[in-house]
């Protein structure tokens, strides 16, 4: 059973800073694209950061310059380093990993979220 542990929300200032990590377990081939989303109240789940296993990365245009997305692929974690940050980052933060199965079937899995408040 794969499960997806994230850990590192909490309530900050503005301007602040904050690290998400993000721990996936359980039996599977391989680990493709991972990445982290956030929803605000009231607002549709939106893409934060992703990143493939070579390293590639993709980022919101409202977060370019201040998160740094990262993972680890011997220790099957994924990381967002939040920067500079502002309330309008305020939201549940969930990691997403895109897995491979033993049986070859490619399936999205996510995190039950994290929240991070920013206070202005």
């Known amino acids: 059973q794969v499960q997806l542990v994230e850990s590192g929300g909490g309530l900050v200032q503005a301007g602040g800073s904050l690290r998400l990590s993000c721990a996936v377990s359980?039996?599977?081939?391989?680990?493709?694209?991972m990445g982290w989303y956030r929803q605000a109240p009231g607002k549709q789940r939106e893409l934060v950061a992703t990143?493939?296993?070579?390293?590639?990365?993709n980022y919101a245009d409202s977060v370019k310059g201040r998160f740094t997305i990262s993972r680890d692929n011997a220790k099957n974690t994924v990381s967002l380093q939040m920067n500079s940050l502002k309330p309008e980052d305020t939201a549940v933060y969930y990691c997403?990993?895109?897995?491979?199965?033993?049986?070859?079937?490619?399936?999205?899995?996510w995190g039950k979220g994290t929240l991070v408040t920013v206070s202005s």
């Open positions: 997403n990993a895109g897995l491979t199965t033993n049986n070859d079937y490619r399936i999205d899995y």
């Open positions: 359980g039996s599977f081939f391989s680990i493709n694209a």
């Open positions: 990143i493939i296993g070579g390293g590639s990365t």
